[in-house]
């Protein structure tokens, strides 16, 4: 019984990382308040100048910087390249498609069609040929509430 527990188990995993896989936003749309995933350091200051708070910490996978403007826009840097950005409560950052927070939900289906994955609130875009990479869009009420772009672990 275990056995057949523990296949199934597998199994759906497999399938679950192979659905991945069939992305559906191309990696040039991987973009949030016009700073692009993969985006340098100097090119966030330049376009928002000092974080309000900034966080520096050495990991074993590399060095890890997060950058906060407001209370509402975060930009998370692995090895100097922007690896995710975060937008929530009152940003007017928006995608490169034109989605941002408060817009109804509808907008993501006109922008990018049916989502890879929906997980409870999240609508989830995978990026072409970048696992765990792409877009996640927090949608309550039937509005757009968050917005993570990059890195969606």
Known sequence: MMKKMLLSVITGSMILAG???????????????????????SAVESAYGAPRKSERE????????????????????????VVRIKADDYSDAKTKAGIGLGMDATAL???YGAPDVIHEEDHIYY???????????????GKITDIKCGSLY
């Not at 050495?58 to 390249?81: C, R, W």
């Not at 990026?127 to 009420?141: R, S, T």
């Open 19 to 41: 659905s991945t896989c069939s992305a559906t936003v191309p990696a040039d749309q991987l973009v949030l308040g016009g700073i692009q995933y993969g985006a340098s350091i």
């Open 58 to 81: 050495m990991k074993p996978y590399g060095d890890k910087v997060e950058y906060k403007y407001g209370n509402t826009l975060e930009f998370e840097f692995l090895n100097g390249k």
């Open 109 to 111: 289906k006109n922008a």
């Open 127 to 141: 990026a072409a040929g970048m696992q765990g990479i792409g877009l996640k869009f927090e949608v309550k009420y």
